[in-house]
């Protein structure tokens, strides 16, 4: 559905993430994606009202996108496909540099894609952008995973 090209020039122009619906959970998938994208040189901003005002990722937890800067580009979002198209909305009124909404496996709601590509914004759904990233860029290694885990039993 979504070609290479687009998927990789997406990845490459990105700066700053805001990333909807992150765990301060290390091992739930919020986590683990934003921490890879802000190792990877993202600017990471944590968007979850539960968790707003602490720090994650050397970023201050936003209750909303409306508290994000300015310069966030991408919004990754991590909420059921029904409560996405109110995200869109909200991230459209308030980050006048938004460029993509990118929506995380599992998560498809073509009403709030039509409401972006209407106003120009580039959408991915039922993807994971620390997937393509590693995909993309020559990071998967045996089996399609990059664990991090080097054995010495090889």
């Not at 122009?13 to 890879?36: C, E, W």
């Not at 991915?124 to 993309?136: A, D, F, G």
Request: glycine content about 8%; charged content about 20%; hydrophobic content about 45%.
């Amino acid at each position: 559905m979504y070609g290479d090209a687009f998927l990789k020039e997406i990845l490459t122009r990105t700066k700053v993430v805001a990333v909807v619906g992150l765990s301060m959970n290390p091992v739930r998938p919020s986590y683990y994606v934003a921490r890879y994208l802000a190792l990877k040189g993202y600017t990471v901003i944590p968007v979850n009202p539960g968790h707003a005002g602490k720090v994650l990722f050397g970023q201050e937890v936003r209750a909303s996108l409306t508290e994000c800067p300015e310069t966030v580009d991408m919004v990754d979002i991590f909420r059921r496909s029904e409560h996405v198209e109110p995200i869109v909305a909200e991230a459209l009124g308030a980050l006048p540099n938004l460029r993509t909404v990118w929506m995380q496996i599992g998560v498809v709601n073509h009403d709030a894609e039509r409401l972006a590509q209407a106003r120009g914004v580039d959408v991915v759904m039922h993807r994971c952008p620390k997937i393509e990233y590693q995909r993309l860029f020559g990071e998967l290694r045996m089996g399609g995973f990059n664990t991090g885990v080097i054995s010495s039993k090889l």
